[in-house]
């Protein structure tokens, strides 16, 4: 029985982590990513500033995190010195719904929402920025999931279903 658990919970984290590397859009030339990273690291809260500047160096150093999405957050947020005590639930909810308002989330907050890029299915990722805050677009800080051997990236989601929000809190 516990086996069988065990199988349903490492299928479950395979699923719900996965992005398609086609979609959503990665960053190019749309936009300037150097500039976006610079402007959210200048424009929140000291604690969002070291989630944001720590994931940086580690999609910089190309780091390779076991696991699912869950646990490359995770690691970041460790790794920026806020352990899961240090961490505040803004709003939480069901993959389902009632779903959050855009204007609640800062860069460096950990977000669960439905990735409408890849089945509905749902997705964790670290907010940066708005790239399009009308049409509820975002780029984020993504790791792939699925146990595979990719380092995360930035990538543009669409965030019209946020289910979760996690701060960081000193």
Same mark, same amino acid.
């Given at each position: ?5 065990i ?11 996965a ?72 709003? &939480?909810?069901? @993959?389902?719904?009632? *779903?959050?308002?855009g204007? !609640?989330?800062? =860069? ?27 049409? &509820?677009?975002? @780029?984020?800080?993504? *790791?792939?999931?699925?146990? !595979?051997?990719? =380092? ?19």
């Open positions: 029985m516990i086996k069988i658990l199988c349903l919970l490492v299928l479950t984290n395979i699923i719900s982590c992005t398609v590397s086609t979609s959503p859009k990665t960053v190019g030339s749309n936009f300037n990513l150097e500039e976006i990273l610079n402007n959210a690291e200048a424009n929140t809260s000291n604690n969002g500033r070291r989630i944001l500047e720590t994931s940086r160096a580690m999609i910089s150093d190309k780091e390779i995190v076991v696991g699912g999405c869950w646990n490359y957050i995770n690691k970041v947020y460790n790794r920026a010195g806020f352990s899961t005590k240090q961490r505040l639930t803004i709003f &939480k909810s069901k @993959l389902k719904g009632p *779903y959050v308002k204007d !609640r989330i800062e =860069p460096g907050d950990w977000l669960y929402f439905v990735n409408h890029s890849y089945s509905g299915s749902e997705h964790s990722a670290i907010f940066v920025d708005w790239t399009d805050e009308e049409r &509820k677009l975002a @780029l984020m800080v993504s *790791y792939e999931g699925e146990n !595979r051997k990719k =380092p995360a990236m930035y990538k543009e989601y669409n965030l019209s279903n946020i289910y979760n929000i996690i701060r960081a809190n000193d």
